[in-house]
């Protein structure tokens, strides 16, 4: 199967060009699970914990590990490559100029998700969302299940839609950190952090649990005098780490749908291909995009070069088929009331 992804990284590779080079197919498959943007590595060490094969990265292990550089984006690709059929990519990029809390300065807003791209963070954060988009249409060919996370505000959906066009069939699924915190964290971290996934099929859902919560949230940001808003860095870095518990129920449920489809010998190690996608339309562009206002750094890959499937894939993923299955919303403030829930 070849999946339409033009999207180009550092100018060398696509995912065509990956899937055909010698020295990226002749890596052993030797891996069960690879989480990515991960300091913690809760589901890498979940899955080790279940005998299996894991391995985590991200800069804030080894600063080598960064995304942002074709060394460390190599290094990351070789992980994903590593991956068996059936295995798991899981994804958590930095979501720090997607939400709403620097959006003044990030310049994010609907009809320029992209935002304003002559500041380094947001070159960054747009650098490593489309790092995690190629990532998971990687995934796709390489018949692995995949997941995006983020903030359920994050803009960062809605920054990748218009390049990657799987996001159109994903699943869609939002799970709430302060479920998965023990009575003791409770005390001291229960924060009103909601979570949304985009993944490959619906396993996902099982692994999602809702605020049933009774009592106020510990806030994440200070609004100041003037109105302005500053997070709590401590405990927004803090609130970004899934639980243990939560890490666990995502490999279980995971691992529960890889062991279901491998009954057989035939069918050990398979996983069912993506399903049709939907034609893409053509990106609304920001009015400054291309202005030649902005000085872009030349590592700087632009996503809008994506371009619609030119046919689908033959087999479908288990699970709804795209007309049955829930859209993924994109629009600019989705659930925005969660942003506010924060001041809690």
């Not at 292990?61 to 960064?66: E, G, H, L, N, P």
């Not at 994010?108 to 249409?137: C, I, S």
């Amino acid at each position: 199967m070849a999946l339409a992804c033009t999207v180009t990284m550092f100018g060398v590779c696509t995912v065509a060009s990956v899937i055909h080079d010698p020295q990226w197919l002749n890596v052993p498959r030797d891996l069960d699970l690879v989480e990515l943007w991960t300091e913690a590595e809760t589901l890498v060490r979940s899955a080790r914990g279940g005998g299996l094969q894991a391995e985590g990265f991200d800069i804030l292990q080894d600063s080598t590990k960064d995304f942002t550089t074709f060394s460390g984006f190599s290094a990351a690709l070789k992980l994903v490559m590593r991956l068996k059929p059936g295995g798991l990519l899981a994804m958590a990029p930095d979501c720090s100029s997607f939400v709403f809390g620097p959006s003044s300065q990030s310049g994010r807003k609907k009809g320029n998700f992209e935002g304003d791209t002559t500041r380094a963070f947001v070159q960054k954060g747009n650098l490593q969302a489309t790092v995690a988009g190629f990532f998971l249409n990687l995934a796709i060919v390489r018949e692995l299940e995949a997941f995006i996370e983020n903030p359920s505000g994050s803009t960062m959906f809605s920054y990748l839609a218009s390049s990657f066009s799987v996001l159109a069939w994903m699943v869609k699924a939002y799970c709430d950190r302060c479920q998965y915190v023990t009575a003791e964290q409770r005390k001291t971290q229960n924060y009103k952090k909601h979570y949304k996934f985009v993944a490959t099929s619906e396993w996902i859902l099982s692994a999602m649990r809702t605020c049933s919560c009774k009592g106020r949230h510990m806030p994440l940001m200070d609004q100041g005098p003037n109105g302005e808003v500053n997070g709590r860095q401590p405990d927004m870095k803090l609130s970004g780490i899934y639980p243990e518990a939560l890490g666990a129920e995502l490999v279980k449920a995971w691992r529960q749908q890889r062991d279901s489809e491998a009954k057989t010998p035939e069918e050990s190690g398979k996983i069912l291909s993506a399903r049709p996608l939907p034609p893409v339309p053509t990106p609304a562009r920001s009015a400054a995009h291309g202005s030649g206002k902005r000085a872009l750094p030349e590592s700087w890959e632009s996503p809008w070069s994506a371009a619609a499937p030119s046919e689908p894939p033959a087999a479908k993923r288990k699970g709804k088929s795209p007309a049955q299955a829930e859209p993924v919303e994109f629009a600019w403030g989705e659930e925005a009331d969660q942003e506010w829930d924060i001041f809690q």
